[in-house]
């Protein structure tokens, strides 16, 4: 007597296959999804209470990040402008303009324009500007083309993975430290030998750089 119809052991053979692959598939679906530039926020711009552009500032008149970002050689954070730094230029220029009216109130309210945040890690990571500022590691290496971006966008992805890829080895990525906030600095076709000589020169340290405590404290 037949108990199984002809064909039921290849239906569990497939669906015991299925029952195999289905948790890698799903595991690798969560992991695209997770480093997708939608979950890691890349290439979003923000709206912001005014529309400062890096193209007109930066690329168009040429002023130096440190200008606006003047902490970022020293601190932890590059920090951003205070209203009477626009001002300087501003209460001179573009006076009437209805796009600068928050600027205006802010300065005359004595209240800071609040910007909305367009890189953002999380609590329990430890980031610090200065370090990598001092070891020779450009804006544009993290931050891209600033002086092209009319509203401010992460280009980086921020991930551990990407943190962790230059700490392993940042040769790559190593500039001399006069170029730091030059944009339109290009990596010389001998990097290799260079970032040799910058790692030396710099002090770097990479095999300790990525202990779980230097980013996690
Ligand atoms: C005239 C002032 C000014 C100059 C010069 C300037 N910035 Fe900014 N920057 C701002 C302001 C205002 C914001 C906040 C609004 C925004 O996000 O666009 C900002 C935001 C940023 C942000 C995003 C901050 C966040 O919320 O995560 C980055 C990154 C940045 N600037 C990089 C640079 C770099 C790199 C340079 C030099 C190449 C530079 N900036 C020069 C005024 C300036
Ligand atoms: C090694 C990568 C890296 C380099 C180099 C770097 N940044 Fe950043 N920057 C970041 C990260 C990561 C954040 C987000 C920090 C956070 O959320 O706490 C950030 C945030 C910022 C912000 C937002 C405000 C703040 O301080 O958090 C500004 C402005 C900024 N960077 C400007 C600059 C400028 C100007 C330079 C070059 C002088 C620079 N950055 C170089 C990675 C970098
Ligand atoms: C060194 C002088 C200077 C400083 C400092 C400055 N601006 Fe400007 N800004 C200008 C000039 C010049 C223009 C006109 C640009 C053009 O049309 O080419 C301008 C234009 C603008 C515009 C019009 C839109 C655009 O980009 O064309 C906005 C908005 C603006 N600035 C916001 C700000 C804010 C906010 C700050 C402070 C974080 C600031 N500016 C700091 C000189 C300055
Ligand atoms: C493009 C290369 C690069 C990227 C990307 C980068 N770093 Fe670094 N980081 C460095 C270099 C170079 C140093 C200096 C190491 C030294 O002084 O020995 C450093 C140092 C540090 C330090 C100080 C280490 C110490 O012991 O003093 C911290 C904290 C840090 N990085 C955090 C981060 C975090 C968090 C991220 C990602 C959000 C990140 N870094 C992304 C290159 C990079
Ligand atoms: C160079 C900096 C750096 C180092 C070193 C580092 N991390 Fe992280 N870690 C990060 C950043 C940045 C994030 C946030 C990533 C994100 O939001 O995608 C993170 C996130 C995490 C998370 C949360 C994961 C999640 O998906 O939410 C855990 C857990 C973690 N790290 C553990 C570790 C351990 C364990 C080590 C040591 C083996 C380590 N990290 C070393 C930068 C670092």
């Not at 002809?6 to 692959?21: F, Q």
């Not at 939608?38 to 040429?62: D, K």
């Not at 004595?110 to 609590?123: C, D, F, G, K, T």
Request: hydrophobic content about 35%.
């Amino acid at each position: 007597m037949q108990i199984f119809r002809p064909g039921a052991d290849s239906v569990i053979r497939v669906a015991l296959c299925a029952a195999a692959i289905v948790p890698f598939i799903a595991a690798g679906l969560a992991y695209a999804i997770s480093s997708s530039p939608y979950m890691t926020q890349q290439n979003i711009t923000r709206n912001q209470p005014v529309p400062f552009s890096h193209e007109h500032h930066v690329g168009g008149l040429g002023l130096d990040c440190r200008y606006c970002h003047t902490s970022v050689e020293k601190a932890r954070f590059a920090g951003l402008p205070p209203t009477e730094t626009c001002m300087t230029c501003h209460s001179q220029i573009w006076t009437n303009a209805e796009m600068l009216a928050p600027v205006r109130t802010s300065l005359a309210e004595n209240r800071p324009i609040r910007w909305n945040r367009v890189h953002n890690l999380p609590a329990y990571v430890y980031f610090d500007h200065s370090v990598h500022i001092a070891k020779g590691v450009g804006c544009s290496t993290c931050h891209g083309a600033v002086e092209q971006m009319k509203l401010t966008r992460q280009v980086a992805p921020l991930t551990m993975g990407w943190c962790l890829d230059c700490h392993r080895d940042p040769r790559p990525a190593l500039r001399p430290r006069e170029a730091v906030f030059d944009q339109s600095w290009q990596f010389p076709p001998n990097q290799e030998d260079e970032g040799n000589r910058l790692l030396q020169a710099y002090n770097i340290h990479p095999e300790h750089l990525t202990d779980c405590s230097v980013c996690h404290r």
